[in-house]
């Protein structure tokens, strides 16, 4: 028998009430409540043969695993596309989520697993513009300018399509809803229905999500929850680095990255991550300098900066990219207090090179030494890394994955490294270590005495 359920749903946070409410009391928006009609199936007892598994008779994911080609890509999976996965790629509309995609169609297609692109948002023909930018033999990838949820998965279930696109989730809608697409309603319900899919048939779908400028998913972060896989295209549209990061991973490692350059012939991945950003590396600069960071399981080095100079203003400037600015705030504030730098009436600027965003405690101390260096006008080493957590008394703590982070420094020529004092206290293949234990020691080493008043 089937019964009309209703309930209503806030289109802007999700939240969900069986009367309807002028105001919705999670969000406090107004008039955002819609009437959702549900039909409510009641459920028939199904008889299910209930058994137990040895683990050798339960497949292993890894042996099924889709090996796009895209190199990159496929580790930044965990090892490749595993079939029956939903995989959501986020980013900011123009970073180059459809371009990466259709590289992606591409690549499977020629190593002969059958790809459908959804394209919900985009015209065939501006496709096939793109298409011919990205490649000159043009694989046999089918197309479908759809969208309508029913109309897809009609298309879906009468064919076998290994890998599906859906470009974008906020672009389709169900007609089982009144609602109208992009609203929080809609991008769960055809995610829900687009995963139940990708679940029965194994097929693997990828999402496309545009976030907006506050990093919101249209709204919903719920679909975080949804899916098994969220990947975050990341970069600066008006310069050609990409950066590709897996924030949740049901199938493999976290916050592992993959860098890509946006060339006139689509997305190029950069095998040499620490090389590419330290290309344009400012070496005879006061405020640059490196430190090796992790990035899930990779060590990478990336260049700080810092540009301290005198404010015309009553509330100095702190302006920070790539770490929290609360953190830069800390820090300004262990300067001003262990050091005795000025900074009430100076604006800082903060800046981590090639659009990375860090958020681990091991760079305190490089933050700390480029503000110091830019404070002074004095110029860092260029053959010196650092690593260290800061604490508040100006004491250097320790941090994890120390090795990985010396040997892509010695990878990259680096000859020194102040670290925090550990139990690695010798000399680490071709690198002079300076093991210290507060701030004031590292900058004895590097400076000498004269810069502690
Ligand atoms: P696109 O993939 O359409 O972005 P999204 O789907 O995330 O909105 O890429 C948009 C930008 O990328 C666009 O400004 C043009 C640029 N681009 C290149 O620079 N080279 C290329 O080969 C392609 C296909 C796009
Ligand atoms: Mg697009």
Aim: charged share 25%; glycine share 8%.
């Amino acid at each position: 028998m089937v019964k009309l359920k209703v309930k209503y749903i806030c289109q802007i946070c999700g939240y969900e009430s069986i009367g309807w409410l002028g105001k919705c009391p999670n969000c406090g928006s107004f008039g955002s409540l819609t009437e959702i009609k549900e039909e409510d199936v009641e459920k028939v007892e199904e008889r299910k043969d209930i058994k137990t598994f040895l683990i050798d008779e339960i497949e292993s994911e890894e042996s099924k695993r889709l090996k796009s080609g895209l190199k990159e890509f496929d580790d930044l999976l965990g090892g490749g596309i595993v079939p029956g996965s939903l995989i959501l790629l986020a980013g900011e509309p123009g970073i180059g989520k459809s371009t990466l995609l259709l590289q992606l169609a591409f690549s499977l297609e020629e190593k002969g697993f059958p790809v459908l692109y959804v394209s919900a948002e985009e015209s065939l023909s501006q496709i096939r513009f793109r298409a011919e930018r990205i490649s000159d033999k043009i694989p046999s990838v089918k197309f479908l300018p759809e969208n309508q949820l029913e109309n897809i998965l009609e298309v879906l279930k009468s064919n076998n399509f290994l890998v599906v696109i859906i470009d974008s989730i906020q672009t389709i809608y169900s007609n089982n809803l009144s609602t109208s697409p992009g609203g929080i309603v809609q991008v769960r319900e055809c995610t829900s229905r687009l995963m139940n899919f990708a679940k029965s048939t194994n097929t693997a779908i990828f999402l496309v999500g545009h976030i907006t400028k506050e990093g919101d998913i249209a709204g919903p972060k719920t679909l975080e929850h949804l899916v098994d896989v969220v990947l975050y295209l990341e970069g600066d549209r008006y310069q050609e680095l990409r950066v590709l990061r897996a924030i949740k991973n049901r199938f493999g490692p976290t916050n592992d990255l993959a860098l890509y350059e946006m060339r006139d012939s689509g997305l190029k991945e950069i095998l040499d991550v620490s090389k590419k950003l330290l290309e344009e590396r400012n070496k005879n600069i006061s405020g640059a300098l490196v430190v090796p960071i992790m990035e899930g399981t990779k060590p990478i080095l990336v260049e700080l900066q810092s540009l301290i100079s005198r404010s015309n203003t009553t509330f100095p400037r702190r302006i920070s990219i790539g770490i929290d600015i609360n953190k830069l705030a800390l820090i300004l504030a262990i300067l001003e207090k262990k050091l005795n730098l000025k900074l009430q009436d100076k604006d800082v600027f903060f800046n981590v090179v090639g659009g990375i965003k860090i958020n681990e405690p091991a760079v305190d101390l490089g933050i700390a030494f480029s503000i110091f260096s830019s404070y002074y006008d004095i110029v860092f080493p260029e053959d010196t890394v650092v690593i260290g957590e800061l604490g508040l008394g100006g004491e250097i703590r320790s941090v994890g994955n120390i090795e990985k982070r010396l040997k892509e420094s010695q990878k990259l020529g680096f000859k020194r490294v102040i670290l925090p004092k550990s139990k690695l206290s010798k000399n680490f293949e071709n690198l002079i270590l300076y093991p210290i234990s507060d701030i004031y020691e590292g900058i004895k080493i590097i400076w000498g005495n004269k810069w502690l008043s």
